[in-house]
């Protein structure tokens, strides 16, 4: 009996620590303009993660123009910068990606996928492009007008 409360107390205590995590503060789209400037982060080369990210925002309806490495969140009227951390546990998975998005400088909203305590949860195990549209369509909750 008290060998299976050990047993059950360490499944629980294991699957704990085993959390996948996503937070969007969405972003309010307004009449103006869907020009998205969109910074290339020289550090993130995996999967095409840039490519990637510039074809879910096309396709949501924003005309996106990337911009080279380090450049400053105000050089446009609407950015986005990006960092994505990918690791391998038996294939090459997506297990962090962070979008923000910049109106004039100014912090406007951000997603953030973590899967990087995903431990044994198989749900870790994300490719890029289906994620990027999901946490896309959540950061961007309107449709953008062209």
């Not at 047993?7 to 959390?19: F, I, K, Q």
């Not at 109106?103 to 899967?115: F, V």
């Amino acid at each position: 009996m008290y060998s299976r409360f050990i047993v059950l107390a360490a499944v629980v205590l294991t699957a704990s620590g085993c959390s996948i995590t996503q937070q969007v503060s969405p972003y309010t789209l307004g009449q103006a303009s869907q020009d998205l400037c969109v910074v290339r982060n020289s550090e993130v080369v995996q999967d095409g993660f840039h490519d990637v990210y510039v074809g879910v925002l096309e396709r949501k309806g924003f005309l996106v123009r990337s911009l080279p490495d380090k450049a400053p969140v105000d050089s446009c009227p609407l950015l986005s910068t990006y960092e994505a951390i990918y690791r391998w546990d038996l294939a090459i998975y997506l297990a962090r990606a962070d979008l923000r998005v910049y109106a004039e400088g100014k912090e406007a909203g951000r997603a953030i996928y973590d899967s990087l305590s995903g431990g044994a949860n198989l749900n870790k195990f994300v490719r890029t492009e289906p994620k990027l549209t999901e946490l896309v369509d959540q950061l961007f909750a309107k449709p953008a007008a062209r």
